[in-house]
DNA sequence: CTATATTATGAAAACCTTTTCAATGTGACA
DNA sequence: TGTCACATTGAAAAGGTTTTCATAATATAG
């Protein structure tokens, strides 16, 4: 039905072989033969059925890169990164969703158990460390931006604990000492570590931490005008807010908008992200901006790297962060 | 060195052919060698390779969508619809990225042409129409969001001339004669289309088409504000703006608000997308909302469709866009 | 001019499945 | 008992490529 190499080789009047040789540019073929052979593929508009190609060289040269929805614009720098890095050693990049699915995912990996990609990067799974370990032991695996407890999976991440230690501390030197935190519910290990970082900073500074000043949303938006109001409306309200997220610190200023406060005066946010959108909003949002290009760019090359190596690194690798400072700050 | 299907055969004492039975659930295969077999793949830890699979079957279940970069989140939906239609069929979608690059693109359509995956939707294609209809000769291909003039290719889209125009019709409505618009300099068909149906609604009624009113920029929200400058700096300033996207919008807006506008008020503002940022903007987004989920979905479905179909659908399918009213038009 | 590299080539094996085809065994039925 | 249908099974072909191995032809060295 659909032509193949025989056909190329019938009408150029070679062997299969030398049909493979001058596609995969052999040497040892004449110069001769490669024009035949370039000729009869123009003529008859062939190309090679990867399949055929995969299965006998046993790889793809694709990588699967597996996310929970394309919704989190931030993802896209990473996956510039990622294919970056990917196409300067002949690698393609492949994206799936799972929409916050673990099975989803499990099913998505698959394509790797199956040898239908070579290599997987997870950017915040869902199944756990274990899961994520056994499966660690025997395929190409790695994880970006989202770090595991427990997990000895190649990781390229950032530190979270830090990153929300320092926006926090920034907030402290501005002068606050009552500082609302809205995270998220479903915890990440990020949101975790932020948290941690939070509780950090507060200790570093001997500011006693009061559970009432940590609200738990999800990552919408919405949930951020939720948090803000409830801080808000607590006995002895904040005058500062650290938010795990962008999306989550644009709900909470929506909010503090609507109600009359002042923001950089009376009330200060700190996002995290630096997502196009925080400095669009006015008042521009301060955040914690992570290197995301940078970490997909690294993810890959380590990944193409261990697929190759005898003995794989597992190791984890931490990109810096900043401070980026802008009107929600006072700055 | 990987363990495969014979391996299986020897451990479970059938031949390969009833493990693949097995495996593919066929009929005809005795309750003890079911059980003998799934204890195999069970001890071994074996998961078919798909390459193998795939080339004798031909088919990959597999569907490339074709995307310029994961950056606008309004794709999430689309994305959301297409896996929806797909999974419901046993296919999975997998995501690349061109960068807007049409090299690029024409490299991941290879993978169609190597017959790595079955079928592929374009949302936004770099590609011109030629090329674009020769490869639909031979190919599954579909168009999604975006329509191309003279294009023969199965697309799912909506009609975005009638959208600029209802757009446009409705700030006439509201009292409105000198309407700016902010549209983009590189072409897409959307855009050409949702300037002519700018055009149409001024001439619907009787309003003089003022090329001065129309500025030309590109996708980012930094030339909302610059074109919003342009305009109010006329000398005779528009009172109401409509943008081809609500990045643009609020870039726009966002200008507006720094120079003391009231918005909603003083000078109207209409984008396009309904992205989630439209309403956590304040003040809220007036804008056109476009059916993602439902284009995702039909243009799977329809792609599938043809891939079993003798005579391919190469229609143009158009879904209905919707007006959402908030606070940039005083509603 | 012979012996030996070197180059160019093709036949066939290999990669891992699924599927066809033929064969075997079982039970039913006359 | 003999025939027939049916269920179960395995050997082998098929799918399209790359690669190994052997061979033939040519070039190089002695």
């Known amino acids: 039905m659909s032509v193949t190499i025989k056909d190329v080789a019938k009408m150029a009047n070679v062997s299969v072989a030398t049909v493979s040789r001058v596609l995969n540019k052999k040497s040892n073929v004449s110069d001769e033969a490669i024009k035949a052979v370039n000729d009869a593929v123009e003529s008859l508009g062939y190309s090679p059925n990867f399949l055929g190609r995969d299965l006998r060289k046993s790889e793809t040269r694709r990588i699967l890169a597996i996310i929970a929805s394309t919704e989190q614009s931030f993802y896209s720098d990473v996956i510039r990164g990622m294919e970056a890095a990917a196409y300067a050693q002949g690698y393609d990049v492949l994206i799936a969703t799972t929409q916050n699915d673990p099975n989803h995912e499990m099913h998505l990996l698959g394509m790797l158990f199956s040898r239908a990609v070579d290599g997987a990067v997870l950017l915040g799974p869902k199944l756990d460390a274990n899961t994520i370990n056994a499966l660690g032991e ?47 519910l479903q915890r990440s290990q990020s949101s975790i570590d932020r948290e941690i970082g939070y509780k950090l900073a507060l200790k570093d500074n001997d500011i006693p931490y009061n559970e009432e000043y940590v609200y738990f949303g999800s990552y919408e938006t919405e949930q951020g005008m939720t ?46 992200d630096n ?45 810096s962060h900043s401070l980026v400072l802008r009107d929600s700050t006072g700055d």
Chains 1, 2 share one sequence.
């Open 138 to 184: 025997k395929h190409n695996i790695a994880m970006c931006l989202e770090r595991l407890d427990n997990c000895n999976v190649l990781t390229v991440t950032i530190d979270n604990v830090k990153a929300g230690r320092d926006a926090v501390n920034y907030l402290i030197r501005k002068g606050h000492k009552k500082i609302g935190l809205i995270t998220t």
């Open 227 to 272: 948090g803000c109001e409830y801080l808000m409306n607590l006995p002895s309200p904040p005058t500062a807010i650290f938010a795990i997220s962008d999306m989550i610190a644009i709900g909470a200023m929506n909010y503090a908008l609507s109600k009359g406060y002042r923001i950089g005066k009376d009330l200060m946010f700190m996002g995290f």
């Open 275 to 319: 997502i196009a959108y925080s400095h669009m909003f006015v008042p521009h949002l301060s955040t914690v901006e992570q290197p995301c290009y940078a970490q997909g760019k690294l993810v890959i090359e380590k990944l193409i790297e261990n697929m190759k190596a005898d003995t794989p690194d597992h190791n984890l690798y931490t990109l």
